[in-house]
């Protein structure tokens, strides 16, 4: 089965985008499925999440400098199908020196064809930085699938429509033909607001094809979990964020055959 490769993006901050991908590529794992996370984002908020510290020099950074192997820079995370490459302090000058590169949006695509063409995985899952800046548009630029983590406000309204053109963009400009927008999953919900159900109702009779069925709500123990390193599984698996996380990584794999 042919590696399939999932960006979840945002150009907003705190919409839950890197905890659906710790807890995503975790769900997935569980389910069998040979999981690998990316961690794109300099503040490397994936990687303390699956209880790692920044390591110098152990990122996709020198990869992307054409002047490494990002094979090497895997990391096993203990834990059965799921491994990690992590992010680190460095990254943060990627935004500036990726824009000096000739092929400035193909950067993160040569980068990771080493892992896609090793067959190792079945997914690899990229955790962006909150901004639409020179890395996540490399990471969308290198994807087959975008996974937009969409907070139930109507604010993150408008956010949609501006990612969503974007990949419209990449497609007119020839970056990347095959991107297709995978699903919105819509994060943070709270049962007691009439706003979080006014503004999935909104999304699903506007984009009914796109909307995971899955909802995952607003829990106490899923904004704790990373703290401690571990995913909400291990922190909390009766927690109902577990539960969605749960459904998420089923719902993923049956609408995209990844089993």
Do not use: W
């Not at 839950?16 to 690998?36: C, E, M, P, R, Y």
């Not at 820079?73 to 000739?102: C, F, H, W, Y």
């Not at 090793?118 to 962006?128: G, P, W």
């Amino acid at each position: 089965m042919a590696c399939k490769v999932f960006t979840i993006a945002n150009q907003k901050g705190g919409v839950g985008k890197t905890t659906t991908a710790v807890n995503l590529s975790a769900g997935l794992a569980d389910q069998g499925v040979k999981t690998l996370l990316i961690d794109l984002d300099p503040q490397a908020n994936a990687t303390s999440g699956l209880g790692f510290e920044k390591e110098e020099g152990r990122s996709i950074y020198t990869a992307l400098m054409e002047d490494g192997d990002a094979t090497e820079m895997i990391i096993e995370t203990g834990r059965d199908n799921l491994s990690l490459l992590p992010s680190e302090v460095d990254l943060a000058a990627a935004e500036i020196e990726l824009s000096q590169k000739d092929n400035h949006l193909g950067q993160v695509t040569s980068a990771i064809q080493p892992i896609i063409d090793s067959d190792a995985y079945q997914v690899i899952i990229i955790d962006c930085p909150p901004a639409l800046g020179m890395l996540s548009m490399n990471s969308l630029a290198s994807a087959d699938f975008l996974l937009v983590a969409l907070q139930c406000e109507y604010l993150a309204l408008e956010g949609l429509g501006q990612i969503l053109s974007v990949v419209e963009r990449l497609h007119e400009a020839d970056v990347n033909d095959r991107l297709e927008i995978g699903g919105i999953i819509m994060t943070m919900f709270d049962v007691r607001t009439k706003l979080s159900r006014e503004v999935v109702e909104e999304v699903r009779s506007n984009l009914p094809e796109m909307i995971f069925d899955t909802v995952v709500p607003r829990t106490v123990r899923i904004s704790e979990a990373p703290s401690f390193g571990q995913t909400i599984f291990e922190y909390d698996k009766t927690n109902p964020g577990a539960t969605a996380y749960r459904k998420l990584a089923k719902e993923l794999i049956k609408r995209f055959e990844l089993k």
